[in-house]
């Protein structure tokens, strides 16, 4: 899907801001757990250690990056009118980590809060979700987060997934504006063989045969063909974009894909023909967070001083759903 909202209004970011436990699980902690190496996992991933929680929780982390987001766009906690979390991990299937947030920075009651269930490119969707509801709302501001604690659905017996993943919070404030531009592409092929994680619901319902079946609530994945897809829709996804804005590639400053895998984004930047030195990475550190990867780059780039107004952003998210997004915007 192209979606594009008001073609004079497109999105603002305010401020950014991020968490990450302070607890490093580098690659040869993990050769201890697992039969895996350091030299297997850097060079298939560009991994070499990732953040693990031990003691943080989604909305610790949630609420830490939110709060110095805030901080950084100079505005009152009242002024936010919409809540998005994009998440897989809440601790809760009910209240949603958005309304957790309401309440633990004292939101206004009136605020829109929902999370969005979209794996790793969920930042993205809620960022595209946040500009269409704000042209319904009074215009003010939207908190935007990604967060997830993965290691909680992690299998750390299974080498093929518990060395790539790690744990972050990331956020955004936004606000239209209709001097920046805001594009957004989409698409969705549901397909759990690829990628997984079942949802443990125990039940004591006497009318179903089927409630005393259990699984554990792990995350699958068959790499390969996540790999296959994430680069042929993070090509296909940014064309389209990059069309529809009539921009060409090497116009784009910076490319911030989710950071899944330094050889997806190696592979994409060659596909699209732009510099390989205009994506960012940090997977180096931070292993691949899901939906918290994108704003945790934003934020990681701001705060080193990467990012000048009027830069053009490309963010792209890719991973279970199947999904795909990408947002063409300014700095
Ligand atoms: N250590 C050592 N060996 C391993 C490990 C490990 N941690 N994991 C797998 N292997 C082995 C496998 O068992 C297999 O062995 P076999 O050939 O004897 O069966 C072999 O390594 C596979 O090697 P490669 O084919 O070279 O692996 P590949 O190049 O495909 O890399 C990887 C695997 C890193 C998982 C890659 O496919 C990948 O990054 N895929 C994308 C994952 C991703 O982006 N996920 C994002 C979405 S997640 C979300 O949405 C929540």
């Known amino acids: 899907m192209i979606y594009r909202g008001d073609p004079l209004t497109g999105l603002k970011i305010l401020g950014t801001g991020s968490c ?20 297997w996992i850097s060079s298939r991933t560009g991994i070499r250690s990732r953040c693990i929680a031990n003691g943080d929780t989604n909305l610790t982390m949630a609420k830490a990056a939110a709060e110095r987001a805030i901080e950084a766009a100079g505005i009152k906690n009242s002024d936010i009118e919409v809540v998005l979390c994009a998440t897989i991990t809440n601790e809760y299937v009910t209240p949603s980590l958005s309304c957790l947030l309401q309440r633990e920075l004292g939101l206004n009651e009136e605020v829109l809060a929902f999370d969005i269930n979209a794996a790793c490119s969920g930042f993205v969707y809620a960022l595209n979700t946040a500009h269409s509801l704000l042209q319904k709302t009074s215009n003010k501001y939207a908190l935007v987060v990604g967060s997830e604690v993965l290691s909680k659905i992690m299998d750390f017996t299974d080498r093929n997934t518990c060395v790539l993943f790690g744990d972050g919070s990331g956020a955004v404030v936004v606000k239209l504006s209709r001097r920046m531009p805001f594009l957004f592409n989409s698409g969705a092929r549901g397909d759990n063989l690829v990628l997984n994680c079942p949802a443990i619901y125990e039940s004591n319902n006497p009318f179903s045969q089927n409630t005393n079946e259990k699984k554990a609530g792990f995350l699958q994945m068959d790499g390969s063909e996540v790999f296959r897809f994430a680069v ?4 296909k996804s940014i064309m389209a974009l990059l ?3 009539q921009v060409s590639p090497e116009e784009i400053d910076h490319y911030v894909l989710h950071q899944a895998n330094s050889r997806i984004i190696c592979t ?3 596909r699209l023909g732009a510099p390989i030195e205009r994506f960012f990475m940090n997977i180096e550190k931070r292993g691949n967070t899901s939906a918290a990867s994108i704003p945790i780059a934003l934020d990681e780039m701001r705060t080193s001083g990467r990012l000048k107004r009027g830069d053009k952003l490309v963010l792209s998210g890719f991973g279970g759903g ?4 990408s947002v063409y915007m300014a700095w």
Request: no cysteine.
């Open 268 to 270: 994409a930047a060659k």
């Open 322 to 325: 199947l999904t795909y997004g």
């Open 243 to 245: 069309e529809k804005a």
């Open 232 to 235: 042929e829709s993070i090509k």
């Open 20 to 39: 990450v436990p302070n607890h490093s699980v580098t690659n040869q902690m993990l050769e201890t757990v697992v039969d895996t190496s350091d030299d």
